[in-house]
């Protein structure tokens, strides 16, 4: 077999085989014994050598790294798959090569035997799968972000009830012991760890995806000169915060305080990753996605976005933590410097609001953080005006109807609001509060009522209601699950939310503002 395909010739009969060979996007190159004797142009090009002559002068070895991903070495696992091959007449799998300048990529490697009498031919194809493995690996990682989000909002979502019984109940035991300092000073610190504890779930739950988000359309260059100064502080003095924003305005339709709280803890990480000081340069843009481009995204639909970019100066992180940085409780830090939730809310909350997360990083070279959120074409809400709340009382003597499926918290709800005057009517779901309100419905003031509960849950209570012609006040309790989040978005007009978990004070003044509030038309 010659070493080189003669050049063509036009009187020559037409060889279809040796055009397959010439015109494969595939690279083929052949072996006998330990030498290529050929090869086609596309193995030049993947191997980015400058011509065939190149290559065919390489030994076979010269083109894969010293080991293996699997950690074995190149050459012994080369020469067990060559053997499988000519013990069964072709062998595939996936291999790392090395190119001409260096770099490792992925290949799909197919050996066919040819056994002839006193020679051995292999026949190699080789296909590029560097593209493929990144989806994978994106695939790979989007899936287990989501099972991990599953898991972590059902712990969340039972730990908020848990946590509304001891905050309430330790509310209720301030007041009683006021006249004791050292029992009082006690009580503060239950409500401080309660506190720290909600506030920890409220990170599980934006990781999560199931916040229930109030959405507006913002500029986001505006957003993030509002924000500018309180990074500032945050990120400190040695650090030097530059901003680089779009001429225009970049329409976004987000929820403000949940993008807010992505801004601080990405500046967070930022300058974690800086202690000696450094740059954090904050940019916006417009980009437009293509159905390739939007592939690689994480899954997002061709269009047109806001980039959001978060570029550090500090120590950077090798592959393996970069690979990780997303995931809950994942930390880089010492023992009580942080939660490991950081980046992980980032990823929750841009996920939740259609876009996605990218970061790139390399040790001693700093780390770059890009976020992508949907162009809006609505037009960008006035700056609401701030409200001041009147003094009103938040005693009552209305009679109420709480409907909520966990003892803990529908004991801690009626507790608290007998305790300031109101009377109370107490069910554990929707289809005996149907019954409840039917025989008081000249009576009950307010519903309060959990989103989620057996047989009929809260929306589907107030659907029921509004079918029979009832429109009373509602005021939901939720943990922020899906399903209530969706359901929730089906009713008409505007929904009363009071988050889990809450103190006895915040749900006081719900209450009143629910009462004081006009009655919805009938």
């Not at 930390?331 to 970061?359: D, E």
């Amino acid at each position: 077999m010659s070493t080189e395909p003669a050049q063509p010739d036009s009187t020559a009969p037409r060889d279809p085989y040796r055009e397959l060979f010439e015109r494969s996007a595939d690279a083929i190159l052949i072996i006998e014994g330990d030498k290529f004797i050929s090869c086609n142009d596309a193995a030049v090009e993947m191997l980015r050598y400058g011509s065939r002559e190149e290559v065919l002068q390489t030994h076979p070895s010269e083109l894969s790294p010293p080991s293996q991903p699997d950690g074995r070495d190149s050459f012994e696992k080369a020469n067990e798959y060559m053997a499988i091959a000519f013990s069964r007449g072709s062998h595939r799998f996936e291999w790392d090569h090395r190119r001409a300048d260096g770099e490792i990529f992925p290949v799909e490697v197919l050996l066919t035997a040819v056994q002839e009498p006193g020679r051995e031919t292999l026949h190699v194809v080789w296909r590029d799968i560097t593209e493929r493995k990144m989806l994978e690996d994106q695939l790979r990682q989007a899936l287990k972000m989501e099972a991990i989000g599953k898991l972590t909002g059902g712990i969340a979502h039972d730990f908020n009830n848990l946590l509304v019984a001891v905050l309430g109940h330790a509310n209720l035991l301030g007041e009683a012991v006021q006249s004791d300092p050292e029992a009082a000073g006690h009580v503060r610190e239950i409500v401080h760890a309660g506190e720290r504890a909600a506030d920890l779930v409220r990170q599980l739950l934006a990781f999560g995806r199931k916040q229930q988000l109030l959405p507006a359309v913002l500029d986001l260059n505006q957003l993030t000169l509002d924000t500018t100064q309180l990074l500032s502080r945050l990120v400190g003095e040695s650090v030097r915060l530059a901003t680089k924003l779009a001429p225009d305005p970049i329409p976004v339709k987000v929820d403000r305080s949940q993008l807010e709280q992505v801004l601080l803890n990405l500046a967070a990480n930022a300058r974690d990753a800086m202690p000696g000081g450094g740059r954090l340069t904050i940019e916006t843009s417009r980009m437009k996605l293509s159905s390739a481009d939007a592939a690689r995204e994480q899954g997002l639909s061709p269009g047109e976005y806001a980039l959001l970019s978060f570029a550090d100066t500090g120590s950077g992180m090798d592959s393996e933590v970069a690979n990780r940085a997303f995931d809950p409780f994942f930390t880089t830090k010492t023992c009580g410097q942080g939660s490991g939730l950081g980046l992980a809310t980032v990823y929750g909350i841009v996920r939740q609001s259609g876009g996605s997360v990218s970061l790139s990083s390399l040790p001693g070279y700093g780390t770059t953080v890009d976020l992508l959120l949907p162009l809006t074409s609505e037009p960008i809400a006035l700056p609401a005006e701030r409200r001041t709340q009147g003094e009103s009382s938040e005693r009552g003597g209305e009679t109420l109807l709480v409907v909520e499926d966990e003892p803990a918290v529908s004991k801690l709800v009626v507790q608290a609001l007998t305790g300031r005057g109101y009377r109370v009517l107490e069910c554990r779901d929707g289809r005996e509060a149907l019954r409840l309100f039917t025989r008081h419905r000249n009576e009950v003031a307010l519903i309060l009522t959990d989103v989620i509960m057996p047989n009929l849950g809260g929306p589907e209570l107030v659907i029921e209601l509004a079918a029979q012609g009832y429109t009373p006040r509602v005021l939901f309790l939720s943990g922020y699950t899906d399903q209530g989040i969706s359901v929730l978005h089906e009713l008409e007009g505007e929904v009363d939310l009071l988050p889990k978990p809450f103190d006895v004070p915040e749900l006081l003044r719900r209450v009143r503002a629910a009462l004081d509030r006009e009655r919805p038309a009938r």
